[in-house]
């Protein structure tokens, strides 16, 4: 089954306003990764994060990992045209020591 | 080069032809996934290879899908009697180790009319 779940599916947003996508998972995550897909291009690495409860910032972008290690967050403040693409979190499911995709959050900004 | 490498960058065939998609991975890299990409649709998983141990082909959707990987470099994926609903982006993916980032190709459009 599905080990990883993302939500929302689509955000549509005007320039200059703030979005957030979810991760959650069934099970504790070893670390999770966040992706960034521009549209036509290939999924670009963007941040990892291992420990309970970190929260790590790019500029306008701040990531954070539940303190349970089950969910996670990408926060982006004041979006611009150039955030447009599918953002992926991916974790590393406890004994299988393999990357689960979530589905992905598709972003659209408006100028 | 430095990154991921997948050929051929597009295919068209007809149906019931069989494909050949080839990876090459950054050198030294462990890891290596092959993912499905339908469009405007997320990334679905196919097989993952790590290191020497036994391929994890649980995302194959079907025995007409096959992959193959030598070693620690080059990898195929192979399908078979090709459907229409084959038809989608094929990304290739590798990885330093099992927990490190992902390094994605560019990836292989099929499409199979």
């Known amino acids: 089954g599905q080990q990883v779940m993302q939500i929302p599916q689509y955000q549509h947003v005007q320039e200059g306003e703030d979005f957030t996508t979810y991760c959650n998972s069934s099970?504790?995550?070893?670390?999770i990764q966040w992706y960034k897909q521009r549209p036509g291009g290939h999924p670009v690495f963007l941040i990892q994060?291992?420990?309970?409860?970190e929260v790590k910032k790019q500029k306008r972008l701040t990531f954070q990992f539940g303190e349970a290690k089950k969910n996670s967050s990408l926060h982006i403040t004041a979006t611009q045209t150039t955030d447009v693409g599918t953002y992926f979190c991916?974790?590393?499911?406890?004994?299988?020591?393999?990357?689960?995709f979530g589905s992905g959050t598709k972003l659209n900004v408006k100028p | 080069g430095a990154g991921v490498s997948q050929s051929p960058s597009n295919k068209v065939t007809e149906k019931g032809k069989d494909v050949e998609l080839r990876c090459d991975p950054i050198?030294?890299?462990?890891?290596l996934y092959w993912y499905r990409q339908r469009l405007g649709q997320g990334l679905e998983f196919l097989i993952y290879?790590?290191?020497?141990?036994?391929?994890?082909k649980s995302g194959l959707p079907s025995d007409r899908f096959s992959a193959e990987r030598t070693g620690e470099s080059v990898s195929t994926l192979t399908i078979q009697r090709t459907q229409q609903e084959d038809s989608a982006v094929y990304l290739c993916?590798?990885?330093?180790?099992?927990?490190?980032?992902?390094?994605f190709g560019e990836g292989s459009r099929l499409t199979v009319l």
């Open positions: 994060l291992v420990k309970s409860g």
């Open positions: 099970t504790t995550l070893s670390n």
């Open positions: 993916a590798s990885s330093p180790d099992y927990t490190g980032e992902l390094f």
């Open positions: 290879f790590q290191g020497n141990s036994a391929p994890d």
């Open positions: 050198s030294g890299h462990t890891a």
């Open positions: 991916a974790g590393l499911v406890y004994n299988f020591n393999k990357f689960y």
